[in-house]
């Protein structure tokens, strides 16, 4: 049997490098509740919870470029929202970053895309965050199968303020919200048109 090729889930051309924010849902292995439980609307990290919200804290000591945004652990899945900056000018606030000029300047700078994860890009923080994870929970488990993550992730890049404000709301209510979106984010599409500020 010939294998299917991947679904193409990074957008075509886009240079994921480039200043902006960042959306980002990486989800277990198979979906497997890994990471705690829900109760009462609130997450319980079990030790290998604790180990994800640890290691995402530790991101920016290894990569200055990158600033932590909102950020949740759910039992198979973590949501999370980090910022591209210039390494140039690491003490730029997110407020600072003109996330619609970034759009408009990638409709200018269409390149071709290139195969293999570039340094400092979306991919590389990424998954530099997952192998970290990776390693830890391994070594606390004492094995290695089965994995931790599935091999690849889901990402928007934000495209305006409005947009960041309401996904920064969908993080924070997952606990809350996952007898019905227990599959990550199946509903933010929805989520973002019923609950966006006008």
């Known amino acids: ?3 299917r090729p991947r679904k193409q889930i990074r957008l075509r051309g886009y240079d994921y490098r480039n200043a902006g924010a960042y959306f980002v849902t990486i989800c277990t292995y198979q979906r497997r509740l ?4 829900v109760g009462g609307g609130v997450m319980h990290l079990n030790d290998w919870g604790q180990v994800v919200v640890k290691l995402w804290h530790t991101i920016p000591e290894f990569r ?3 600033l932590l945004d909102e950020f949740q652990c759910m039992p198979n899945h973590v949501h999370l929202i980090l910022w591209i900056i210039s390494e140039d000018a690491p003490n730029v ?7 619609v000029g970034q759009r408009r300047a990638f409709a200018l700078q269409y ?3 290139e195969r293999g994860v570039k340094s400092k890009s979306l991919g590389a923080i990424i998954g530099g965050y997952k192998s970290a994870v990776t390693k830890e929970i391994n070594d606390l488990r004492g094995q290695t199968q089965p994995p931790i993550w599935q091999p690849r ?3 928007r890049i934000i495209r305006n303020e409005r947009e960041l404000e309401a996904i920064r709301r969908y993080i924070r209510a997952n606990p809350a919200n996952w007898q019905q979106d227990q599959d990550y984010d199946a509903g933010l599409d929805d989520y973002l048109n019923d609950n ?3």
């Open 1 to 3: 049997m010939i294998p």
């Open 34 to 37: 890994l990471f705690g439980a």
């Open 64 to 66: 200055p470029y990158v």
């Open 93 to 99: 606030i997110p407020e600072h970053i003109d996330i």
């Open 111 to 113: 390149q071709p895309p």
């Open 153 to 155: 992730f889901h990402d």
């Open 196 to 198: 966006a500020p006008l």
